[in-house]
Each structure stands twice: as structure tokens, then as C-alpha cells.
């Protein structure tokens, strides 16, 4: 489509603003700040995605106006006077591009707790807790209605002094929308009872705001429009709010979310992950936009691809779009779409690595962009290198295929000697679950990309060391992977081998054989590929606790088996976290499926009615034991790494990664040592058992300065 005629691509009019295109980023706190100021890692950010083209960037998920709305992760203090002109650089560099920049203001609420910062009590309109933060909120007062209302208006005040285009007051789940809910709001006359008074707080915020920074800053509200749940906020009353926001005359523009946040499977229903729906809200939102008439309409909700996007604009459904995870993976989406690129776009897969890794307290980031949230140090385009090399690369999944796409993107000769007769790895065998097969579209993005690179791809190929060297490398990558470490029970006291889990092996090739030798116990693996079938009676310990495990329970709860899943942690599956979480617990809770934290499993033998299981705790004192027909078990990975040690001898390097080069973003020294002429590297699983996000950033980091 020519660009004159894309409708993403059409300017749109915010009042005295004027947006050069219909993409946005919606808000959403990355949590880059450093001491609660947006400074140069989280600049960079930012400006990243104004360099590409797009309209509007909204920073700051959840900016906290007030010192009793400590954030849980790492968020904007917009209540203190030294974000100004931080504000202000990010701003002025955003602009320098010609994106527009907004920021979003709230006070959480009850979405917070007490022991956070200051060790203020969290307030709320009612005493009801949220699951989700846990803390039991103070029932607010008339005083700390009045202070909050000037809080806002300190904080709108300070973000005009920045000279942000707008901001957005944030209404579900924070404080305004604890007002707005039935559900958390407990008080009387004039915050409590009627809509009209449960919206009066709200409408009390704007006045104070409008008076500080006039009437033509552009406000809006990123606000909740049904809640779905029972006693909370209904469609019709969330029309009537919009309304009455539309028609205070304070309000230019509504971003519109469905659903509730106070729990993780509500929070993830308001934001989808892989495996649910894309776009899910969007005829609900479009909805709205029509009864509403004339006040333009936000929204964002697992928008993913631009496709989706091109038509909720197109179709009337929304004014602007937001493609905000999407911009993660692909900062540069509108300048593609510009390029008649779209075909070479990043794909966002889902995987919401980006925001579980938030709520654990980590930096957002994309599973498989590692130069997100590293722009200072990563980059997202390549330049060429001065002296093309060979190089070889062993091992065609995740990590083996970006540093072929890197490699090649910097002009470099490029081998890639792959096993199997398909690229993917672990990624291609995971994507085997139906919840997960989006996860293909980091493989299939890769091979794209490599292909257009001229990369030499040479499949059903076990390579030894003779076949890397008649090659004539320059560089040698090992990312061979690993194969599932199932070896970790020890063998009941006066059994022989033959009749308990044996204490190492050998692995063997082939899906038939991937628990490593081991004839009592299978692994994650096994089921997931289909090469074990489930038994009837199941135990699968899960000492790893990552995605393989709860894609084999699936797999055996399904089959109608009762199953098992225990594991030595305080909590099951801590490496999947809370949002990737739901759909899982959503699927297993319907089947015989039942979990067992804080026991350990000891040892497998034979019985005579099935296989006895053996089970203690790390806590001490405790011996069970279970009957059963199958055990599986999940304990992450072994390198595969033979060929690496064949090789490193003769390289120059004696496969050694000089750290201080890598973290420093240099290229890595050559050995004096005497070789046949080639570096050795190794990464992913090759090197230890950690997850794709980590293989990715292994070659990015590496290959981006040979």
C-alpha cells in the first residue's frame, strides 16, 4: 500500500497537536528509571522509537503524584520537582524527531503497599484489599481527598514545565477508578453511592489541573469502561463516566480498557499474552467510539501486528492505536511500513517477557530484542564491518540463528551447520504447544532475514571438528544447545542400578532418548515432542520451574491422566511468573492435575505395582513415598558441548570471552596463542541452561563487534 493511502499513515488532529500518524506507544513503565528520574537509559528508549516515525510516545506507566502512592516497581516520582527537567530532555529529544511525547500521572491507590518508600498507610475509598499487592487500605478521609486533588495538579504542573505535549490520568485500578467501582468504593455523599458522585473525584482532579496549566495543555484518561466482574463497573455505567468526561469539557481524549487489574488472571485478561486473543477489546472500544461521538478514542490491547492496526483505524474503531509490546520487539515498525517493509518486521510473539519481568521487579525487556531497554549499549541496526570474515555457526536455533542474522548483517561470510533437518531448537519444540506457537515466529523472522543476508544454511548435518575446519573459519560459534539434565535422583539405599533411576548417562540421539539414558524417568521433553506418551498415574517433578514443565502437565493432564507436579520451591513454576501463569492455571485446574510445593523427589525404583517414588523436603524430616506408573522430570538443560572442547585447542582464543571487552561493547582480543587461524566462541545453552531471551542477547553482544 503507497503511504499516501495507508490509513496508520494519515496525520490526526488533537486538538492544537497534530500527529503525524495514527501509531502510538500507550503508557507503560518499562522501569528504567534511575532514583525515579527518566534519565539517559530511559531517554534512549524513548527517542529510539521517535527516531523510527512514530506519532506519539506516552511515557511513564503510573508517574506517582504523591509520596503515598510508592511504587512497586520502578516508576517516574512525578512528585518531586527534580523530574522537570529530566521531562525535559526526554522530551525535547523526542521532538527533535518530531514525535509527540505525553506522559502519564496517577496515584495507585491500593495498588501498592505500605512497606514501599515512606512507610505511608495506603489509602483507598474502602478498606478492600487488592490480591494482588496484598495491602489492607486505609478508608480514606476527607483530608486526604483534598492533599491527593493538589498532588495531581503539582505533578500536571511540573509535567507542563517540562513541555510535554499532554498527559494522561490513569483510571483503572489506580485510586480514580477505586472511586469509580462499586466494588472499592465504600464511602458516602459526595465521593460515595451514585455515579455521579463516585466520578466526582475525578472531575474534582481535572478542575485543579485545568486551573494550574489552563485550558488548551491536552488531558486525557486512560480509563476503564466495564470492569467484567461481578459488582463492579458495568458497561453502562462505564459509558455514562465517559460522558460525563466528554462532557466536562476538561477531557480530550478517552484511552479505553476493558476489564480489572486487581488480580493476575484479571490483569492479564486486560492484557493479553501468547496464546489468547489478539485485539480482544477493540470491537468493545470501537463500540464507544460510536456512542460517544466526537471525543477521540485510545486503545491497546495485544495489537501486535499491523495489520490488526491498519484495520481498526481504517474500519472507524479508533483515532489512534496503540502497538506498544510490538514497539518492543520493533522499534522501527512505522519506518518499515513507510519502506513497503512490513514483511521484515520484528514480531511481537506474545511471550510478555517484558512486563512479567516488571512485576518481578526486573527491567522490561523483549524476549527476543535484547537492544530494547539497551539502546546505550545495543544496537537495533548494524553497521558493516570494515574487514568481512568467515564465519561458522554451529546450531540453528535461537542463539546459533542470531548470530547468523548479526553476523551476516555486518557483512560477514556466514555458515550455519545445523543437525536437524529444521532450524528452531528448543523453540521449534516448544512452539509445538498450541498456547506457544506464536514463540515459531522468532525462528521464521530470523531464517528471513538470514536468507536475505545469504546465509549458506547445510541441515542434516552433525558436525565433528573436521567438517567446522574444512570450512576455513575465521570465527567458529558454537550454539549447539543442550539436552534435558534428568539425572538428579540418587538411588534408594541397597537397590542396585538396574533397578533405580542410575546416577549418569550418556544422552542419545534422537526424540526417543532425550531423558539422557535413563529407562525410569522421562523428561519435559519426551512428552512435549510426543516421542513418551503419558502414563495413567503421573508424577512430574519440576526442579526447574520454566515453561517445559507446565507444557508437558498440559500435555498429560489432557490425556486424562492424574498427574502430579511437585517441586522443591516454595511456589510452582517461578521462571514461567504471573501473567504467563493464567492461561496455564486456567487449562490444569479443569484437569486431574494437582500441585505439591516444598517436596523434593529423592529416588525412583521398580515396584510391584509400578514405579515407587521417594520423596523428601529440603525443610528435613520428612520421607513419603508415591505409587506411580510414570515419572517425568523437568531440570533444565546440559550442554551440548563436545565439539566446543574438540575445537578449542587450536583456536586462537582457547575459546575464551574476555568480559571486560563484551560488557564494554569492544571486539575481543585474539590469544597470542599459536592456532589454524580461527576464533571460538560458544553461547546459549550451549554454555549453561538459561532461557531464549539470554541465548539471543549471548550472540547480539558478541557478534555485533566482530
Not at 486538538?15 to 528504567?32: D, G, I, Q
Not at 511525547?101 to 484489599?129: N, Y
Not at 513541555?163 to 468504593?185: C, R
Not at 520428612?622 to 506408573?629: A, G, I, L, M, N
Request: hydrophobic share 40%.
Amino acid at each position: 500500500m503507497a503511504p499516501e493511502n495507508d490509513p496508520l499513515l494519515q496525520p490526526f488532529q488533537l486538538k492544537h497537536l497534530r500527529l503525524k500518524n495514527r501509531l502510538m506507544l500507550t503508557s507503560h513503565e518499562p522501569a528504567y528509571p534511575e532514583d525515579g528520574m527518566p534519565k539517559a537509559k530511559y531517554r534512549a528508549y524513548h527517542v529510539e522509537r521517535a527516531k523510527a516515525g512514530i506519532a506519539l510516545t506516552m511515557t511513564a506507566g503510573s508517574a506517582a503524584v504523591s509520596r503515598d502512592s510508592p511504587p512497586v516497581f520502578n516508576n517516574i516520582l512525578a512528585y518531586k520537582d527534580e523530574v522537570v527537567p529530566w521531562m525535559k530532555d526526554l522530551t525535547d529529544a523526542c521532538h527533535e524527531h518530531g514525535a509527540a511525547v505525553m506522559i502519564q500521572i496517577t496515584h495507585l491507590g491500593r495498588r501498592t503497599s505500605w512497606s514501599k518508600a515512606d512507610w505511608l498507610p495506603v489509602v483507598s475509598p474502602s478498606h478492600e484489599r487488592e490480591a494482588s499487592h496484598r495491602a489492607f487500605p486505609k478508608k480514606m478521609e476527607d483530608w486526604d481527598i483534598a492533599r491527593i486533588i493538589k498532588d495531581y495538579a503539582d505533578a500536571a504542573e511540573r509535567m507542563h514545565a517540562a513541555g510535554v505535549d499532554g498527559l494522561e490520568l490513569e483510571a483503572y485500578g489506580h485510586l480514580m477508578d477505586q472511586f469509580w467501582s462499586p466494588v472499592t468504593n465504600t464511602l458516602e455523599s459526595p465521593y460515595g453511592g451514585s455515579l455521579e458522585n463516585r466520578v466526582r473525584f475525578t472531575l474534582e482532579v481535572l478542575k485543579a489541573i485545568r486551573a494550574r496549566v489552563g485550558p488548551d495543555f491536552i488531558i486525557g484518561v486512560r480509563g476503564v469502561a466495564d470492569e467484567a466482574q461481578p459488582g463492579g463497573l458495568t458497561a453502562e455505567e462505564g459509558l455514562g463516566i465517559a460522558r460525563y468526561l466528554a462532557k466536562s469539557g476538561m477531557v480530550d481524549f478517552l484511552n479505553i480498557i476493558r476489564g480489572h487489574i486487581d488480580t493476575d488472571a484479571g490483569l492479564t485478561d486486560v492484557i493479553p499474552v501468547q496464546g489468547m486473543r489478539s485485539a480482544p477489546h477493540l470491537e468493545f472500544a470501537g463500540g464507544l467510539r460510536a456512542q460517544l461521538g466526537g471525543i477521540p478514542i485510545f486503545h491497546g490491547a495485544k495489537i501486535q501486528d499491523v495489520t490488526t492496526a491498519r484495520f481498526a483505524i481504517e474500519s472507524g474503531k479508533l483515532d489512534m492505536v496503540g502497538m506498544t509490546r510490538a514497539h518492543m520487539a520493533d522499534p522501527h515498525i512505522v519506518r518499515k511500513i513507510m519502506l513497503g517493509r512490513e514483511d521484515t518486521i520484528r514480531p511481537c510473539v506474545g511471550a510478555n517477557y517484558c512486563l512479567d519481568r516488571i512485576y518481578q521487579g526486573g527491567d522490561a525487556y523483549c524476549l527476543h530484542n535484547p537492544a530494547t531497554g539497551r539502546e546505550l549499549t545495543m544496537p537495533h541496526t548494524l553497521a558493516r564491518a570494515e574487514k568481512p570474515r568467515k564465519v561458522v555457526v554451529v546450531g540453528a536455533g535461537p542463539a546459533g540463528l542470531e548470530a547468523a542474522r548479526v553476523a551476516s548483517e555486518r557483512g560477514h561470510q556466514v555458515v550455519v551447520l545445523e543437525a536437524a533437518d529444521k532450524p528452531g531448537g528448543q523453540i521449534r519444540l516448544t512452539a509445538q504447544s498450541q498456547r506457544r506457537r506464536e514463540m515459531i515466529g522468532i525462528i521464521d523472522w530470523r531464517v528471513a532475514r538470514c536468507e536475505e543476508a545469504g546465509v549458506q544454511f547445510q541441515y542434516n548435518t552433525l558436525a565433528d571438528a573436521a567438517r567446522v575446519l574444512a570450512e576455513r573459519p575465521d570465527v567458529v560459534i558454537i550454539a549447539t544447545g543442550g539436552l534435558p539434565h534428568t539425572e538428579v535422583l540418587s538411588r534408594p539405599p541397597g537397590r542396585s542400578k538396574d533397578d533405580c533411576t542410575p546416577s549418569g548417562g550418556q544422552a542419545q540421539p534422537g526424540l526417543g532418548a532425550m531423558s539422557a539414558g535413563n529407562e525410569l524417568v522421562d523428561s519435559t521433553w519426551d512428552i512435549i515432542s510426543g516421542a513418551v506418551k503419558p502414563g495413567k498415574n503421573v508424577l512430574l517433578f519440576d526442579d526447574a520451574g520454566d515453561h517445559a514443565a507446565l507444557q508437558a502437565a498440559e500435555v498429560i493432564g489432557a490425556s486424562g491422566a492424574h498427574l502430579e507436579v511437585m517441586t522443591p520451591d516454595r511456589s510452582f513454576a517461578p521462571e514461567v511468573m504471573a501473567m504467563n501463569l493464567v492461561p496455564y492455571m486456567r487449562s490444569l485446574q479443569k484437569l486431574d492435575v494437582v500441585f505439591t510445593v516444598t517436596y523434593r523427589l529423592l529416588s525412583v525404583e521398580r515396584g510391584a505395582e509400578g514405579l515407587i517414588a521417594h520423596v523428601g523436603s529440603d525443610y528435613g524430616g520428612v520421607r513419603k513415598q508415591r505409587v506411580v506408573d510414570q515419572v517425568i522430570i523437568n531440570h533444565g538443560t546440559r550442554p551440548l558441548d563436545d565439539l566446543y572442547f574438540e575445537l578449542k585447542a587450536d583456536s586462537l582464543n582457547q575459546g575464551a570471552v574476555d568480559h571486560a571487552a563484551l560488557i564494554a561493547g569492544v571486539p575481543q582480543p585474539h590469544s597470542a596463542a599459536t592456532g589454524q587461524g580461527y576464533q571460538l566462541f560458544r553461547i546459549g545453552d550451549a554454555v549453561s541452561a538459561r532461557n531464549t531471551h539470554a541465548a539471543i542477547y549471548d550472540a547480539l553482544r558478541l557478534v555485533k563487534d566482530l
